[in-house]
């Protein structure tokens, strides 16, 4: 923060940094309470559903809804309220001391009294080009959000862990078949879900085995698979392919203050969105790494505007 001036910088009752429905949310309860929050809405305004295409597992849309128009809403809603949405990154905080300090874009200055951190986190992605191109028109890093799009059809996920072992079974419930694809010859899951995976009968794994490329124009109709024993590559007619090797938080800016679990996910405290620091509080995919839907992420996020509002009146008070 060496060369941010502070003494003239705007100062807020509450900082929500991310947006999403987390984020939104957030802000929707926090302006009705005449906090005035300010979102720094981050890289990706709007979370991971600006990514997705039909949602139709959250509540009040019957004939589903895009991801994007749903995001929308959020924000259309946050405002009508006051909620006052900004572009920008925040790049740097110093939670040292209250009034927080937070950097926006390297150069502008925020103080807040209140810090909501909603920032989510990023599913990893094998880093192909047509995975990227046919995100959300075949390649899905979440099959409970979109694995009842593919009902009787022969799906892929690639991974190996509990999350691949349960999100495979989980397609079970609407393809006809699931290839599980593992670049080893043996899973680092724990054993009673690997049995549950070698024993289920709609299921094939295809060990030492890579995923070179996505295949499909408008939507996938198959992949590149490769044997990584002997170099040899095929074609596997598949029309949708699950990415499941793990999300990362987006919390790395907060590391020096907050207490993060192993893998990066900001944790809190039981029943609560409070962090380890005082008046600050997290929601939504940034502390959640069980969940990781929009609905629970929604919940999280009214909980951290309640616990906002209600710690200020009590430093208040």
Not at 13 to 19: C, L, S, Y
Not at 46 to 53: D, E, K, M, R, S
Not at 117 to 134: K, V
């Amino acid at each position: 923060m060496e060369g941010i001036d502070f003494s003239s910088a705007e100062r807020h009752k509450v900082v929500i940094v991310g947006t999403g429905p987390a984020g939104l949310t957030a802000a929707i309860y926090a302006a009705r309470a005449n906090l005035a929050p300010v979102v720094i809405q981050g890289p990706q305004p709007g979370g991971q559903l600006i990514t997705t295409t039909d949602v139709e597992n959250y509540p009040g849309f019957p004939d589903g809804v895009m991801g994007p128009d749903m995001m929308q809403k959020f924000e259309a809603q946050a405002e009508r309220f006051g909620a006052d949405l900004r572009w920008g990154m925040v790049t740097s905080v110093d939670l040292s001391e209250r009034p927080y300090k937070l950097v926006v874009d390297e150069e502008k200055a925020v103080l807040a009294d209140t810090v909501i951190i909603s920032t989510g986190a990023s599913a990893r992605y094998l880093g192909l080009e047509n995975e990227s191109r046919l995100l959300g028109k075949g390649v899905s890093a979440c099959a409970t959000c979109d694995g009842a799009f593919f009902r009787d059809q022969e799906l892929a996920i690639v991974g190996g862990g509990d999350t691949a072992m349960e999100e495979a079974l989980f397609l079970t419930r609407f393809a006809s078949k699931v290839y599980v694809i593992h670049r080893r010859d043996e899973f680092r899951a724990s054993q009673i879900m690997q049995d549950r995976v070698l024993n289920h009968e709609k299921i094939e794994v295809l060990w030492n085995t890579t995923v070179e490329d996505v295949l499909g124009g408008d939507l996938v109709d198959g992949l590149v698979i490769k044997d990584v024993k002997t170099d040899q590559t095929r074609e596997l007619p598949v029309t949708g392919f699950f990415v499941a090797i793990g999300h990362k938080p987006n919390t790395y800016i907060f590391e020096a203050w907050l207490d993060r679990d192993e893998t990066g996910y900001i944790i809190t405290k039981a029943d609560s969105s409070y962090t380890n620091v005082e008046g600050v509080f997290a929601c939504g995919d940034a502390q959640d790494h069980v969940y990781r839907q929009a609905i629970t992420a929604a919940g999280t996020g009214c909980m951290a505007a309640i616990d906002a509002e209600r710690w200020l009146a009590d430093q208040e008070a």
